[in-house]
T-cell receptor
């Protein structure tokens, strides 16, 4: 199992550019989420999905789109990048297991918007 | 979602036991308490989860008093590699709601030789 993988590891964008952050998991988890983490801060939930075809907004969804066409993949799209979106982005997946649930996080994507 | 309060930072020395306390005064009946660990430049990693009393695994123990308004993560005999940020999360995780738990700013544990 590769777990949760994210690409790219690093990205530099200019203001106004668009891009897609990729996230994939091979654990057949139903639930997937995107978080952003700013320096010295905790993680903030952007969007999440409870299954293929189902997505919902988290705490800070503005400026981001998601879709979930397969169980494995959950891409995050930045429509028009802004410097305020400079952050580290983490993807996570989870599934209920005997009442004890955990999220498995990817290694993160570092995004710099100039 | 229950709000949590934890110390911003703690210092310790190698070999000591470290206890990090989290306050969650408005915890709901269905809420579980979950702790994550995050190293620099990595995603958070699950440590332990509990509902009441005491839970122990190979990494840590979690103590939850009867009123459940606080919890204490106990790390036995810490080493330098335990230097990390520790997050306490509280919420209803049944039915896959884990992904809607809120991460606070966490507790930065610095272990010195």
């Amino acid at each position: 199992n590769a777990g949760v993988t994210q690409t790219p590891k690093f990205q530099v964008l200019k203001t106004g550019q668009s891009m897609t952050l990729q996230c994939a998991q091979d654990m057949n988890h139903e639930y997937m989420s995107w978080y952003r983490q700013d320096p010295g801060m905790g993680l903030r939930l952007i969007h999440y999905s409870v299954g293929a075809g189902i997505t919902d907004q988290g705490e800070v969804p503005n400026g981001y789109n998601v879709s979930r066409s397969t169980t494995e993949d959950f891409p995050l799209r930045l429509l028009s990048a802004a410097p305020s979106q400079t952050s580290v982005y983490f993807c996570a997946s989870s599934t209920p297991s005997g009442g004890v649930e955990t999220q498995y996080f990817g290694p993160g994507t570092r995004l710099l918007v100039l | 979602l229950a709000k949590t309060t934890q110390p911003i930072s703690m210092d310790s020395y190698e070999g000591q036991e470290v206890n990090i306390t989290c306050s969650h005064n408005n915890i709901a009946t269905n809420d579980y308490i979950t702790w994550y660990q995050q190293f620099p430049s990595q995603g958070p990693r699950f440590i332990i989860q509990g509902y009441k009393t005491k839970v122990t695994n190979e990494v840590a123990s979690l103590f939850i008093p009867a009123d459940r308004k606080s919890s204490t993560l106990s790390l036995p005999r810490v080493s330098l590699s335990d230097t990390a940020v520790y997050y306490c999360l509280v919420g209803d995780i049944l039915g896959g709601a884990t992904n809607k738990l809120i991460f606070g700013t966490g507790t930065l544990l610095a272990v010195q030789p």
